[in-house]
């Protein structure tokens, strides 16, 4: 069997290490096509290596642009490429312009799509994640789903017979490396406990001068020490809207995006998380960390149901959600074992 992987992203990174490990483990041959969505070496280079994951057998290097010259470029990029390597499935992870240029590309070629991480729905149609994971899930061949409340949403779509529970392959990479994280020093000028872990990006809290300066002095203003790992995104509108994020006060620790196992460490020393990222919802959930999300909706209903995870688009609450414990009983265990990537790997090749 020849698969052939479709990245760009951040978060689709984080989820071909454990997919590209499984394969590494059989004789199925796995090609690996980055389109060079996220290109800066602090949202791209560092996963390969951190994660250890093969160097890319192609790179389109497309580059940034709006949603449709980003997505334009993939697809006029991948047809050669499709073409060259003729595989027995494409395989699509998440929700970027990558997912569904990498989908519709295939679906023209007459190529079977697989879709890992399907099923979510935040049911916010202006957000393009939603639409590309929908047009995704409706023209992919199999949906490798990491919940039961995705695999019911597939089947109120009518897609239930093409819809697989395989788990969620960010709690296999997610578990391997807190646990080879957990007992290491990390560089932050703060003790265990005693900060939080920040990241904002959405052009929903970005976009908005007003909002996105709320967000800010939220931050600053959220009772502790805020390490804000700054997204590309969020410096460039910041610097746009003449928004300070460096404060003499030290209340804003503002860095890079890290490397994922510092990323892990860093949210294992934290008080908890303040974000509006999807992955990093789930990965405070999988580390025992409380979640503050600035948004009105989330695709990891989970998180919210079991307590962890609290919705808010009202920063002023930031101070008093922030500091509150965490919830008290076992925490669930809804996203899998941590061996989503094997049974990934084995229902393809059934």
Request: proline share 7%; net charge negative; hydrophobic share 40%.
């Amino acid at each position: 069997m020849k698969v052939l992987s479709i990245v760009g992203a951040r978060p689709q990174f984080v989820k071909l290490a454990p997919i590209a490990e499984a394969f590494a483990a059989t004789d199925h041959e796995h090609v690996i096509v980055h389109t060079g969505q996220h290109y800066d070496k602090n949202m791209s280079d560092v996963f390969f290596a951190d994660l250890k994951i093969p160097a890319p057998d192609v790179h389109l290097g497309v580059g940034s642009g709006s949603h449709g010259v980003q997505t334009g470029a993939m697809l006029s990029a991948m047809d050669a490429v499709l073409d060259e390597h003729r595989p027995d499935w494409v395989l699509v992870y998440g929700d970027t312009n990558s997912t569904v240029a990498g989908a519709l590309s295939a679906v023209k070629m007459h190529l079977p799509v697989a879709h890992l991480e399907a099923g979510l729905r935040s049911f916010n149609r202006r957000m393009p994640e939603e639409h590309n994971r929908v047009l995704t899930d409706h023209a992919a061949d199999i949906l490798l789903a990491p919940t039961q409340v995705a695999m019911d949403h597939l089947a109120n779509e009518g897609l239930k017979e093409r819809s697989r529970l395989v788990g969620d392959v960010m709690t296999d990479v997610c578990f391997r490396v807190r646990d080879a994280v957990q007992d290491k020093p990390f560089d932050l000028p703060f003790k265990q406990g005693e900060y939080l872990v920040a990241t904002i990006h959405r052009p929903d809290n970005t976009d908005d001068p007003e909002h996105l300066a709320g967000i800010i002095e939220g931050l600053a203003n959220a009772g502790r020490p805020v390490v804000l790992l700054a997204h590309p995104r969020l410096v460039a509108k910041c610097a746009e809207h003449g928004i300070k994020l460096e404060r003499p006060d030290g209340s804003l620790h503002v860095r890079e995006p890290l490397a994922y196992p510092e990323m892990v460490q860093a949210v294992l020393g934290s008080a908890g998380v303040v974000t509006d990222s999807g992955g990093l919802q789930k990965e405070a959930f999988l580390l025992g960390r409380v979640c503050t999300t600035l948004r009105p909706e989330t695709e990891w209903v989970e998180t919210v149901d079991s307590g962890w995870n609290v919705l808010t688009m009202d920063v002023s609450k930031l101070p008093e959600l922030a500091a509150r414990p965490a919830p008290s009983g076992e925490r669930p265990t809804p996203y899998g074992d941590g061996h989503a990537a094997d049974r990934v790997v084995a229902a393809l090749a059934e």
